[in-house]
Structure formats: C-alpha cells, structure tokens
C-alpha cells in the first residue's frame, strides 16, 4: 500500500509538471498535426506588427494571415523542398551568421582587441605619433636638369613666402601640388613609424611641435614640412572601442568563430556542418528568440519556394490566362488621367531622330532598346531612350510631346536638342494587357494564390484553439 501511495505521488507530481509546462506555453493552433504554440505566434505577431508596419493586424486577421502561410509551409515539406541542396546551402548560411558570433566568447575578442593594441605599441617602436603637414612639389623620377630646376626654384619661392609670414595652411591650399591634403590645409594625418617615405619621416620625427621645417628633397619631390601636433599612443581602455568596432568590421568575430568551429572538429572527428548543426540545436533549446529566428529562415524560404514554383511564375507566364484576366476585369484598371505607351526619345539632331523613328516604326516594341544600343549608341550616344507607361504630369517634357502640353518644351536637354515620342495615347484606359503587364501579374498571381490556399485548407487540417489565443501578449 505504502509502494503505491509514493507511485500515485510521483505519478501526480510528473502530471503536475506536465500541465505546468502546457499552461506556460499553451498550444494555440495544429496545423497538419503539428502543434503551434503560443510562443511562436507571439513572435511572428509582434515581429509583422510593430511600429512601423503600416497595415498592422489584430490577433483575430492576423491568424487566417499565419494559417496560410504554414499551410504553405507544410506543402512545401510534402514536396521535399527541404532537401534540395540549394535550400540547405541557402538556410544554412543565414542560420550560420546568427550562430557563429555566439560561438566566440567575450574573452576571445577582447584577448584579439589587446593583441591588436599591442601590435600598435610595437609599431611605433617607442615613438610618439606625429600629426604632420607639408607643401608639395612634386619632381618626376625622368626630370630634365631644367625641371629639376624649376622645381626647386618653385620649392624656394614658396618657402620665402612662408618665411614672409603667410600662414602655412593657406599656402598649402594654394601652392602645393599633392592636392588631397593641401585641401586640409596640408595636413597629412596622424602617422607613425614607416608610413611616410624614410627621409620625410625622418625630417618630421626631427621638429618640434609647431616648427616648421626648410625645403626637403625625397625621392618623389620637394616638401616643406611643419609638425603640426604629436602625442603618444591613447591607453588601452581609450582606444579599445574603437579598435573593436574596427575589428568588428573587419569581420572578427566570423574568423574567431571559425577558428572554434575548426577545433571543435579536429578534436570530435566531426565536419564543420556538423558541428554547426549540432551548436545551433544547442543554442535555439536554450533561447526561444534564437529558435524562432531560425525557424523563421527555414520556414521563410520554404514559403518563397513553394509560392514561386506553384504560384508566382506559373502565373506570370500564363500569357493565355493574363489576357483572358485582363479582358474580365478591364475596368479596374480604367485611368484617372491619360496616359502614353510608348518611349521618349532624345537624338543629338533630327536627322539622327528621324533614323531613329524610321528604323523603330517597323519593328515590335520589346526590341526597340537593343535596336537602338546596338544601331545608334555602339560607338557614342547618339540617342537617350526611355519606353515606359508615362502619366500625364509625370515628366514635363513627355507631357509637351505626347500631351499637348505647350510649357514642356523648355525641358529639352542642350546634349539632345531633337526629341518625339513613338507609341500610343490612351486616354480612358489601357487598350493591352501588356499596357498595364506588371498589375495585371500581380493581380492575376494574386488571385491564383488563393485558388492555392483554398486547396490546401482542403487537404491539411487546421485546428484553431481561440482560448489559448485571447491569452496572446496577456500572460
């Protein structure tokens, strides 16, 4: 009796801890028989509803929205999407960029900030850093004796000058021929050893700050050097943020990250992806945020696939099906304010022009472009070409050429003097589907897309549990 009284009780207990654990994360949908918790809906909630979105959705709209999007989800599995080697390449390296920085510890990066810190002390061989400027003139490798000459001339004059008075920066400006510092007053920026040519650098290590030094000759021309400030290295806890965030960019945390990844490997005899697969099932059983993120990817491109391959290019290429789409429902897409099919063209003369329009009135316009790149604009642009659906107010010079409008022609461009437009005016609406090709797509795909998420509410089951869900964002 005594046996099945503690039995009983451990049986309550490990009861007690179930529907603990159900309450805490209560399932608010099954979808093909998988459980969707109320967790994971959170997460895709907030995240499609935050601030920023313009149609945000209530929990009610947005769960037909999720429902569909799983259903999408399951059809793709169905069809082994998951298992294309594309597929696996492409989750894999948007799952890695988040798991490989977590694999790289906070001692790891700041020992490879201080190695770098040190690498800069050792740089500089126990010198301060000098802030330098100079005025430049430069002498090529090939000069004559008289360029040699004049140059040395002009060097001197400059420094007379200088010693005149003028302010050094000024001169700069004006008189020295490397013109990316002379824009800054000649400032070259702050150096260390070995970064200038050894004679300047020599010469500058030689002034005091504020001292400016006589003409000097390097291997590339002349120079007036004046040391415009010096100081020694910041301590290590001044320049530790900056030299981590350039490190960062660097891409410090990928490399350390593979050197983890390397070791973790030759000593478990496992492959890289393994580990990787490994670490980030790791991970995501310890942080909810993590795996929704990665689900998300893996869901995220099964949908893209799915749709693309059943929906969106099927659609776009059904040209029977577009035009019979087009036809139904040609009032919806009735203009506001007239429009031109056709394009602009913009020729350098009209004799050029007339070419052109000849040349094009024979051919179909989707070849129009390449007739004109390849016949016209092979050697120089003889033509600008621009074909499109233009809207009357849109461009002031289409509106005087296709639209009667008189204050366009000031638009005309000096380069382009000669300019017609070739195509069709349509003033209440579009007389082609191809008038319109990129709505009438959209909205065709559209509509096919639901066709598609009908057929798979038929085939997959959806339970919805609306009690676990009036508790999303409420517990």
């Not at 399932?27 to 601030?51: C, L, P, Q």
């Not at 580990?275 to 909810?288: F, G, I, K, W």
Request: proline share 3%.
């Amino acid at each position: 009796m005594k046996y099945l009284y503690s039995f009983l009780s451990l049986a309550l207990f490990f009861s007690s801890v179930a529907l603990l654990a159900q309450n805490a994360d209560p399932v608010v949908m099954r979808i093909n028989g998988k459980d969707v918790t109320r967790s994971e809906f959170e997460y895709n909630f907030n995240k499609n509803n935050t601030d920023g979105v313009i149609d945000k959705k209530n929990v009610d709209e947005y769960v037909e929205l999720f429902v569909n999007y799983k259903l999408k989800v399951e059809a793709a599995l169905d069809a082994h999407l998951d298992t294309m080697t594309s597929y696996q390449e492409e989750f894999r390296t948007y799952r890695d960029q988040q798991i490989r920085p977590l694999m790289v510890s906070s001692e790891a990066e700041e020992a490879e900030v201080r190695a770098y810190y040190q690498q800069m002390l050792d740089q500089l061989e126990g010198k301060e850093l000098l802030y330098p400027a100079h005025i430049f003139v430069r002498v090529m490798q090939q000069a004559t004796s008289a360029q040699q000459a004049a140059a040395k001339a002009r060097i001197d004059s400059i420094y007379a000058v200088l010693q005149g008075g003028t302010d050094f920066a000024e001169l700069a400006a004006s008189a020295s021929e490397d013109q990316t510092s002379g824009h800054r007053g000649g400032a070259i920026g702050w150096i260390g050893p070995h970064q200038l040519l050894k004679e300047v650098e020599d010469a500058c290590y030689a002034l005091e700050k504020g001292q400016t030094s006589e003409p000097l000759l390097s291997t590339v021309g002349w120079h007036i050097l004046k040391l415009l400030d010096k100081k020694p290295l910041e301590p290590y806890d001044t320049l530790a943020p900056r030299i981590r965030q350039f490190l960062e960019a660097r891409g410090m945390k990928d490399q350390l990250a593979g050197k983890v990844i390397d070791s973790i490997a030759n000593n478990s005899g496992k492959t890289v992806e393994q580990v990787l697969d490994e670490t980030a099932d790791r991970l995501a059983s310890q942080d909810d945020e993590l795996k929704y993120l990665i689900q998300e990817y893996h869901d995220g491109l099964l949908f893209y696939e799915i749709c693309q391959r059943q929906v969106w290019e099927p659609a776009a290429k059904d040209t029977v099906n577009l035009i019979r789409y087009f036809k139904k429902n040609k009032k919806a897409y009735a203009f506001d304010k007239p429009h031109y099919a056709g394009a602009l063209l913009q020729a350098t003369n009209p004799t050029v022009l007339k070419q052109v329009q000849r040349t094009l009135k024979k051919q179909p316009e989707d070849q129009w472009a390449n007739i004109v790149k390849t016949q016209f604009n092979k050697d120089s642009v003889q033509v600008r070409f621009d074909r499109r659906m233009f809207v009357l107010g849109d461009n002031a010079l289409v509106d005087s050429l296709a639209f009667g409008v008189k204050q366009g022609k000031s638009k005309l461009n000096p380069k382009y003097p000669a300019a017609a437009m070739m195509g069709r005016l349509l003033k209440k609406g579009p007389k082609e589907w191809t008038d319109v090709s990129s709505q009438v797509v959209t909205d065709y795909q559209s509509v096919k897309e639901q066709e598609f998420v009908e057929e798979l509410r038929r085939r997959y089951p959806v339970e919805i549990f609306k009690d676990a869900l009036q508790t999303v964002n409420r517990h």
